[in-house]
């Protein structure tokens, strides 16, 4: 009995120092990306090789890959820094109800204060899915942060707050995500919905994204698990 004491307890303290560390990492993070660092942002990727990868598309698989390896001790947890808000919580397979049903706003940027997002996917979703653990996160400041380059024709800017949402499940999962446009003068109907592609030097793809108009906002349904 001591003996399995020991080991959960060094488990315990081994998943509360990552847990500690991923804090920091989000720290940090949240300040290298602050609202005063755009500008810096915008002279990395103008003056960037042609061949390299974009510095603000690095950065973005950084966290994503460090989401993967977070362990949730707790069924739920939020983290919220200046520039970014994380909520994750763990899925249960004898959990039959369980929806992901997450809402983003109210940033306290004023460029940013009417931006918003919601995230949705449904119980159904997770029927055959063993326990997991999903991982959204909403960055304000990207929106003038990633370039606008896309792997679709035609001229677009980023028009609506940019999250992530990490799921490790091994199956498709259809995500539902509703946006309000920063700029509500566009034309919505020339709206697209797309996904960061981490490939090549990183662009905008609309590969596996449905467009939906709703009122003033945009409904996305897209089958990827990333921004």
């Not at 810096?40 to 989401?67: R, Y």
């Not at 004023?110 to 931006?115: G, I």
């Not at 370039?147 to 999250?163: A, W, Y």
């Not at 996904?195 to 609309?206: I, P, R, Y």
Request: net charge negative.
């Amino acid at each position: 009995i001591l003996g399995n004491f020991f080991e959960l307890k060094i488990e315990y303290l081994i998943n509360k120092a990552l847990f500690c560390v991923f804090q920091n990492f989000l720290e940090t993070m949240s300040a290298v990306i602050s609202f005063a660092s755009i500008d810096t942002w915008k002279v990395l990727t103008n003056t960037q090789n042609e061949n390299d990868p974009n510095p603000s598309s690095q950065l973005l698989l950084s966290v994503e890959n460090f989401n993967t390896r977070l362990v949730l001790q707790n069924d739920t947890f939020n983290i919220k820094e200046d520039n970014l808000e994380l909520r994750a919580a763990r899925i249960f397979r004898q959990n039959k109800n369980f929806s992901v049903n997450e809402t983003f706003a109210n940033f306290a940027i004023a460029e940013y204060a009417n931006l918003s997002a919601n995230i949705f996917i449904s119980s159904e979703e997770f029927v055959d899915t063993p326990d997991a653990s999903v991982i959204t996160i909403a960055y304000p400041t990207w929106i003038d942060i990633l370039p606008n380059t896309t792997t679709f024709s035609g001229n677009f800017l980023i028009n609506g707050l940019v999250t992530t949402i990490t799921l490790n499940v091994k199956n498709p999962v259809n995500i539902n995500l509703t946006f309000s446009p920063r700029n509500r003068t566009l034309d919505l109907n020339t709206a697209m919905c797309a996904f960061w592609d981490f490939s090549g030097n990183g662009a905008w793809n609309n590969t596996g994204c449905k467009r939906e108009i709703i009122g003033e906002n945009i409904k996305c349904n897209c089958e990827h698990l990333t921004s």
